[in-house]
T-cell receptor, first 117, second 110 residues
Framework: DAGVIQSPRHEVTEMGQEVTLRCKPI?????LFWYRQTMMRGLELLIYFNNNVPIDDSGMPEDRFSAKMPNASFSTLKIQPSEPRDSAVYFC???????????????FGDGTRLSIL | KQEVTQIPAALSVPEGENLVLNCSFT??????LQWFRQDPGKGLTSLLL?????REQTSGRLNASLDKSSGRSTLYIAASQPGDSATYLCAVHNTDKLIFGTGTRLQVFP
């Protein structure tokens, strides 16, 4: 069965441009997570949704970042305007249920490698 | 604030060796702990998930243990193979979030 699908796989754009990353979670999963991975900071949770509702966005670095989940099968992470320090790999993950203790593992997509020039 | 540390940061071993990767966390009030594998340019693949009430989990040549009171987990890889080369990450479930460790980059050479 299909895993978490992210697009695009790679994105190179100039500073100041709007960037939109997309994610399709595993069918039936009701929690969706956006992470950012850099060499300096490792993997950081940006925001997560449960049943399409944002639960915790405390990891979103600035107002330039926004995320939406209009339905159970699609989410976007948008950066506007983009800056060179936003360059990183962005991962989307999904799982059944929410919160620790439900014992459900998170399943990750292959990520979007973003480079802001 | 939960902090997760992995030692060693990098490891290079010949094929066939048995390996132990270490993960430590500062807040023992976790719900579960998950081990992941990450190949270059790829996402994370879940290997094992240990509930806080469990002591260990096994999958094939992999065995993960958890000692919640001391804030430690180990991932044991038996009879390592070149295909095991990857970065291994542990993550603890704290409240609603996964907090990731810094990772151990493993290279197994023939």
């Amino acid at each position: 069965d299909a895993g978490v699908i992210q697009s695009p796989r790679h994105e190179v754009t100039e500073m100041g441009q709007e960037v939109t990353l997309r994610c399709k979670p595993i069918s039936g999963h009701n929690s969706l997570f956006w992470y950012r991975q850099t060499m300096m900071r490792g993997l950081e949770l940006l925001i997560y949704f449960n049943n399409n509702v944002p639960i915790d966005d405390s990891g979103m670095p600035e107002d330039r970042f926004s995320a939406k989940m209009p339905n159970a099968s699609f989410s976007t992470l948008k950066i506007q305007p983009s800056e060179p320090r936003d360059s990183a790999v962005y991962f989307c993950a999904s799982s059944l249920g929410v919160g620790a203790g439900n014992g459900q593992p998170q399943h990750f997509g292959d990520g979007t490698r973003l480079s802001i020039l | 604030k939960q902090e997760v540390t992995q030692i060693p940061a990098a490891l290079s071993v010949p094929e066939g060796e048995n390996l132990v990767l270490n993960c430590s966390f500062t807040d023992s009030a976790i719900y579960n702990l998950q081990w992941f594998r990450q190949d270059p340019g790829k996402g994370l693949t879940s290997l094992l998930l240990i509930q806080s009430s469990q002591r260990e989990q096994t999958s094939g040549r992999l065995n993960a243990s958890l000692d919640k009171s001391s804030g430690r987990s180990t991932l044991y890889i038996a009879a390592s193979q070149p295909g095991d080369s990857a970065t291994y990450l542990c993550a603890v479930h704290n409240t609603d979030k996964l907090i990731f460790g810094t990772g151990t980059r493993l290279q197994v050479f023939p």
